[in-house]
C-alpha cells in the first residue's frame, strides 16, 4: 500500500486516498427565448439592409443612375508618378486600381514595420532605469502623439525632405545609399529571381513552425535558411544608383512623398505602440526576472528571453488595431500628392469617369479586405499564443 511522502514524515501513516473522478459538465442548452431573440435580431438587421438597399434604388432610379463597373475596362488615361509595376497610360481604370492597392501597401507595410521597431525602442528606454533615457523618451511620445497626424505627415514633406540638397549635393552613404530632395536611392538587385527568393524565406519562415516539433529546432533549422539567402543575395549583381545627367539613375527610389508618408504615420503610431508596450512589459510579474537573474542570464537576454515573450501575449490585441489603423491612415499621402488608392483612383478616376458610388465602393472594399486580412492573420497569432500558454 502507497503512502503519501509528506504524511508519512509527519506521522501520520494516512493511506493516500485516490481523488473522486467527476464525469465532465454537459453543455449548457440555450433556451428557447435566447433562440428566439437572436432569430429575431438577424431577421431586424437584413430587414433593415434590405430597407437601405430598397430606398438607395429608388433615389438612384429617380436621378437616372445606374450602378455598372464597366467603366473599369476603359483606358485610363493618365500617368501615375511612382509604381512598382509596368504602367501605361492606355491602361485601363482596373489596372490602375492594382498600381495603386500596390503603392498604398508598400506605405503600410513600411510603416508597420517603422512604428513597430521605433515602438519597441521608445518602450525599453521607458523602461530603462537610466532617468535620462527615459525622461527622452517619454518628452519623445508626448510631442509626438498630442500633435495631429496630417501635421506630422505635412512636417517631414515640406519642412525636411523639401528642403533637402539637390542630387550633384546628395547626402550618401558609401557611395551607395543617396538622399536628396527627390527621394532615397538604394542599390537594386539586377537578377528578379531575387525577390523569389525573399518570398521563398518568408514562406518557410511561416511553415517551419508547422514542421517543427519544437521552437528550439526552429533557430537551428532556421540558420541555414537565411544563410543561404545572404548568400544568394551575395551572389546576385546589385545594380548602384549613379549620377546620369541630372538626376540619379539605376537602382530603387523612394519619391519623397512616400518617406514623409512612412515617416509621419509610422512615427506617430510608435508612440502609442510604445505605451502599449510598456504596460505589456510591466505586466510581466517581477519573480519572472528574478527567476531569470537567479540562473544567471544578463538583463538583456532576460528582457530577450523571459519579459517580451510573455509581453507579446497581451500586446497583440491592442499591436492589431493599431497596425489596421495605419493601413487606413495610408489615404493620408494624398495631402502630399503620393499615388496611393485615394489619390489615385477615389480622385483622378472618379473625376474622369463620374462613377462616385462605383468607384467609392471599391476603395472600401479594397480597404476593407486588407484590413480583414491583417486582422485574420493577427488573431490568428492570437490564438496560438494563448494556447501555448496553456
Do not use: C
Request: positive net charge; without cysteine.
Amino acid at each position: 500500500m502507497a503512502f503519501d511522502l509528506a504524511e508519512g514524515l509527519a506521522g501520520t501513516g494516512a493511506p493516500r486516498m485516490p481523488a473522486p473522478v467527476r464525469p465532465p459538465p454537459r453543455a449548457r442548452r440555450p433556451s428557447w427565448k435566447a433562440v428566439a431573440w437572436q432569430v429575431l435580431a438577424m431577421l431586424s438587421v437584413a430587414g433593415l439592409i434590405a430597407w437601405g438597399a430598397h430606398n438607395a434604388g429608388d433615389a438612384l432610379a429617380r436621378r437616372n443612375i445606374g450602378v455598372d463597373f464597366a467603366f473599369l475596362l476603359n483606358p485610363a488615361g493618365f500617368d501615375i508618378p511612382f509604381k512598382l509595376t509596368d504602367w501605361q497610360s492606355s491602361d485601363t481604370y482596373g489596372r490602375a486600381l492594382w498600381m495603386a492597392g500596390l503603392n498604398t501597401v508598400l506605405a503600410a507595410a513600411l510603416a508597420i514595420v517603422l512604428a513597430t521597431v521605433l515602438g519597441l525602442g521608445l518602450a525599453l528606454l521607458r523602461v530603462s532605469a537610466n532617468p535620462l533615457a527615459a525622461g527622452v523618451a517619454r518628452a519623445v511620445v508626448e510631442l509626438v502623439r498630442n500633435t495631429p497626424q496630417l501635421l506630422q505627415v505635412v512636417f517631414w514633406y515640406f519642412a525636411v525632405l523639401q528642403v533637402l540638397p539637390g542630387p550633384r549635393a546628395s547626402l550618401s552613404l558609401s557611395d551607395a545609399v543617396f538622399l536628396n530632395v527627390r527621394g532615397l536611392f538604394f542599390p537594386a538587385p539586377l537578377s528578379p529571381a531575387f525577390g523569389w527568393m525573399l518570398v521563398g524565406g518568408a514562406a518557410l519562415a511561416l511553415v517551419l513552425p508547422r514542421l517543427l516539433p519544437r521552437r528550439s529546432l526552429l533557430l537551428t533549422a532556421g540558420a541555414p535558411v537565411l544563410v543561404a539567402l545572404v548568400l544568394a543575395a551575395a551572389q546576385t549583381g546589385w545594380e548602384l544608383p549613379a549620377m546620369r545627367g541630372f538626376n540619379f539613375a539605376g537602382g530603387w527610389r523612394l519619391p519623397p512623398e512616400l518617406l514623409a508618408l512612412v515617416l509621419g504615420v509610422g512615427i506617430y503610431t510608435a508612440a502609442f505602440v510604445s505605451e502599449n508596450m510598456r504596460a505589456s512589459i510591466g505586466a510581466v510579474g517581477h519573480g519572472q526576472r528574478e527567476a531569470a537573474r537567479s540562473l544567471g542570464l544578463p538583463p538583456g537576454r532576460t528582457m530577450r528571453l523571459v519579459v517580451l515573450p510573455q509581453a507579446l501575449r497581451t500586446l497583440l490585441p491592442p499591436l492589431t488595431s493599431h497596425y489596421l489603423n495605419i493601413i487606413k491612415s495610408t489615404t493620408l499621402g494624398a495631402a502630399v500628392a503620393y499615388p496611393e488608392i485615394l489619390q489615385i483612383f477615389a480622385r483622378t478616376v472618379l473625376n474622369q469617369s463620374g462613377r462616385a458610388i462605383e468607384t467609392m465602393t471599391l476603395v472600401l472594399g479594397v480597404f476593407l479586405a486588407v484590413n480583414l486580412g491583417v486582422s485574420a492573420l493577427m488573431n490568428r497569432w492570437d490564438r496560438r499564443l494563448a494556447l501555448q500558454s496553456r
